[in-house]
C-alpha cells in the first residue's frame, strides 16, 4: 500500500476513487520505502508535515499517472503552475514510486528566513533570473546523479490560469542529461493560495494532479521541438485536468479561479502576459479589478454568447 492509491486514467467514464490523507499515512514507517537515504530525513518530515496538513484541511486528491515517474534514474516533471502549494501537490504524487523531488525554485525563496534552510535541506535547486546557467548546471548534475527534478517551465503562476509560453530550460535539461520529461498538471490549488488573492483555509478543497506518459528527448532532437512536444503534452493534461474537476464554483463572484474560456472571471491570456511580465522580473504591477456588477455582466455576457 502506498501514501497515494494507483488509480486508473479516468477515461472511459470511470472515476477513480479520491485520496484523504489520513493519520496513518503520515506515521507509516515504509513510507519511503524499506531503506531510504538518511541524508533525505529532513525533506521526508516536511512531507510528514504536509500530510499532517493535507490531512486537517482534508484535501480531496485526484492523483493519476503516478505510475510514469520512474522508480530509479533521472527524470524532469514538468508541470504548469496556479498556486504556491503546487511543488507539494506534485511531491505527494511521486510518493508511490518512492521518490523525492528536487524543485527548481527563484532565489529569492532559498534567502528568506524561514523558508530559505528548508529549501537548501531539501536540495531543491535556487534559480537566478539574471545568471541562469548555474542553475541549469545544478539541475543537469541532479538528473545525472539519478534525481527527478521538478520545473515550472511558465517561470511564474500564471493569472489566467492557462498554460503561457514555455521557458526552454528544461526541454535543454533533457537533452543535456538524456532523461525523460514527465509532462504534469496541477489544478484546484489556486483556490487555496495563489499570487493576487488571499490565503483560503476552507476544508475539502479537490486538488487533481495528472501525470501524463513520459517524453524522451529523440536521438538529434532539437531543444524547440522537444519544447513543443512538452508544451502539447502539458495543455492536455491540463485541459482534462480542468474539465473532470469535481467541484463548481459557490456562485458568481466564486468563479474568479476560473479561465475566461471555462465562464470564469480570471484574467484572460493577455491580460495576464502584462502581470506575470512584471513578477518574473520581479517589479510591481497590477491590473485593476472591475466592479462585481461589471466582472457578473461579463460573465452572463459569455454565457449568452456561447
Not at 182 to 195: D, E, H, L, N
Not at 279 to 294: F, K, S
Request: hydrophobic residues 40%; proline residues 9%; glycine residues 8%.
Amino acid at each position: 500500500m502506498t501514501a497515494v492509491p494507483q488509480t486508473p486514467s479516468g477515461r472511459g467514464g470511470y472515476r477513480p476513487p479520491m485520496y484523504t490523507a489520513s493519520w496513518r499515512d503520515v506515521v507509516r514507517k515504509d513510507l519511503f520505502g524499506p531503506r531510504p537515504d538518511p541524508r533525505d530525513r529532513p525533506y521526508r518530515a516536511v512531507i510528514r508535515l504536509a500530510l499532517i496538513v493535507f490531512r486537517l484541511l482534508r484535501f480531496r486528491f485526484d492523483v493519476r499517472g503516478a505510475e510514469h515517474v520512474p522508480a530509479h534514474g533521472g527524470a524532469i516533471i514538468c508541470s504548469n503552475h496556479v498556486s504556491y502549494l503546487d511543488f507539494t501537490f506534485l511531491g505527494l504524487a511521486a510518493l508511490p514510486q518512492r521518490r523525492l523531488v528536487r524543485f527548481m525554485a527563484k532565489a529569492s525563496v532559498f534567502s528568506h528566513r524561514f523558508s530559505g534552510p528548508f529549501m537548501r535541506v531539501m536540495q531543491h535547486i535556487p534559480v537566478d533570473r539574471r545568471a541562469g546557467t548555474a542553475a541549469f548546471e545544478a539541475a543537469v548534475r541532479a538528473l545525472e546523479d539519478g534525481h527527478v527534478v521538478g520545473v515550472f517551465p511558465e517561470a511564474t503562476i500564471s493569472s489566467s490560469f492557462q498554460v503561457k509560453e514555455l521557458k526552454a530550460g528544461a526541454a535543454r535539461m533533457a537533452i543535456d542529461a538524456g532523461v525523460p520529461v514527465i509532462p504534469a498538471a496541477v489544478w484546484g490549488g489556486q483556490r487555496v493560495a495563489t499570487k493576487g488573492h488571499p490565503v483560503d483555509l476552507r476544508r475539502g478543497v479537490a486538488i487533481t494532479v495528472l501525470l501524463g506518459e513520459p517524453l524522451m528527448p529523440e536521438p538529434g532532437e532539437k531543444t524547440q521541438q522537444l519544447l513543443r512536444r512538452i508544451r502539447a503534452a502539458m495543455e492536455a493534461l491540463v485541459d482534462e485536468a480542468q474539465r473532470s474537476y469535481p467541484q463548481q464554483p459557490a456562485g458568481p463572484e466564486d468563479r474568479w479561479w476560473l479561465p475566461a474560456h471555462l465562464g470564469g472571471t480570471a484574467p484572460t491570456l493577455e491580460e495576464a502576459l502584462q502581470l506575470d511580465h512584471h513578477d518574473v522580473r520581479g517589479t510591481t504591477h497590477t491590473l485593476p479589478r472591475p466592479h462585481p456588477v461589471v466582472r457578473v455582466k461579463k460573465l452572463l455576457a459569455r454565457r449568452r454568447a456561447r
